[in-house]
């Protein structure tokens, strides 16, 4: 499997920009759908964005459509979430996670359905 660290979070004022970053490990990172999840306090992981291996197509939740990029750079083994017009609501952590697309099919909106998760970063939007 696929070792992931994120990276990229911090603390911005409702507005604002970010830009995460999600690092895997392997050389066959062009073989996995990767995704971004978000859990806030109290709150389940939730799903955020998705995009193949190939990148060739993305998919992301009705509220972070428009204001989300997901992206991925298959020669750096990255892929990243580019965060913008960021409101309170967004706090959470934040988590990339990989799926092997040799795995049959999947719900790109269901946690348990990712093979691997990375650690997680913290995004802080303040009002």
């Known amino acids: 499997q696929v070792q992931l660290v994120e990276s990229g979070g911090g603390w911005v004022q409702a507005g604002g920009s970010l830009r995460l970053a999600c690092a895997a490990s392997g050389q066959t990172f062009n073989t996995y759908a990767m995704a971004w999840f978000r859990q806030a306090p109290g709150k389940e992981r939730e799903f955020a964005a998705w995009?193949?291996?190939?990148?060739?197509?993305?998919s992301y939740a009705k509220s972070m459509k428009g204001r989300f990029t997901i992206s991925r750079d298959n020669a750096k083994a990255t892929v990243y979430l580019q965060m913008d017009s960021l409101k309170p609501e967004d706090t959470a952590t934040y988590y990339c996670?990989?799926?092997?697309?040799?795995?049959?099919?999947?719900?790109?909106?269901?946690?348990?359905?990712?093979?691997?998760w990375g650690q997680g970063t913290q995004v802080t939007v303040s009002s």
């Open positions: 995009i193949a291996g190939s990148g060739g197509s993305t």
């Open positions: 996670a990989a799926r092997s697309t040799s795995g049959g099919g999947y719900s790109i909106t269901r946690p348990s359905d990712y093979q691997s």
